[in-house]
């Protein structure tokens, strides 16, 4: 009787300690609510790890989109490799990978999510305003890495076309008006 109860003591003990496989799987689905703390921007979003490597994969393609454009030259209104504006190339990135997105720098400005400096990273959105008599929004960047040198965008400016620009420079520094995040 005693080496009965120590047998079934001994499965109890054992089995308890096994692991399930659903436990695992809730954990790789873990959900993570998001909310802006800006108070102009409430939403909240619920995103799965797999949804957030997802975005990371997706924001890396983009960018490697806009990085094929380097070197482009500058065109009004341009969204294909014989010229580019600031917001064609963005516009041109973002529908390559089938993700629908404004046509201008003021619009995509209204779009997505605005987000502290801090938090920015890679496939943001930097808007910039270079005409200062005008108040608006005129200049859009795509965030191309995040280190401690520093914030480096793609854009298209009118003297050197497609490049990259570091958000350090002052002239970019200064003519800075926010981030957002629309993936």
């Known amino acids: 009787m005693n080496k009965l109860i120590v047998f079934i003591l001994a499965i109890l003990i054992f089995s308890a300690c096994k692991s399930s496989k659903k436990a695992i799987e809730k954990e790789k689905n873990r959900t993570v609510t998001v909310e802006a703390k800006d108070s102009k921007n409430k939403a909240s979003v619920n995103v799965s790890r797999k949804e957030k490597i ?6 890396d393609e983009i960018v490697s989109t806009a990085l094929s454009y380097r070197g482009t030259r500058y065109k009004y209104g341009g969204i294909t ?6 917001s064609g190339l963005i516009f041109t990135s973002f529908k390559t990978h089938d993700i629908p997105i404004e046509r201008t720098s003021f619009s995509m400005a209204s779009q997505g999510v605005k987000i ?17 008599s005008k108040k608006r929004i005129n200049h859009v960047g795509l965030v191309v890495s995040v280190d401690e040198k520093g914030i480096k965008f793609i854009h298209s400016t009118t003297s050197r076309g497609v490049l990259i620009s570091s958000l350090k420079e002052g002239y970019w520094n200064y003519a800075f008006i926010e981030a957002r995040r629309v993936l």
């Open 54 to 59: 997802k975005e990371s994969v997706v924001a």
């Open 81 to 86: 490799a014989k010229g580019m504006d600031c």
């Open 116 to 132: 502290n400096l801090k938090q920015v990273k890679k496939g943001d959105l930097l808007f910039f305003n270079t005409n200062k």
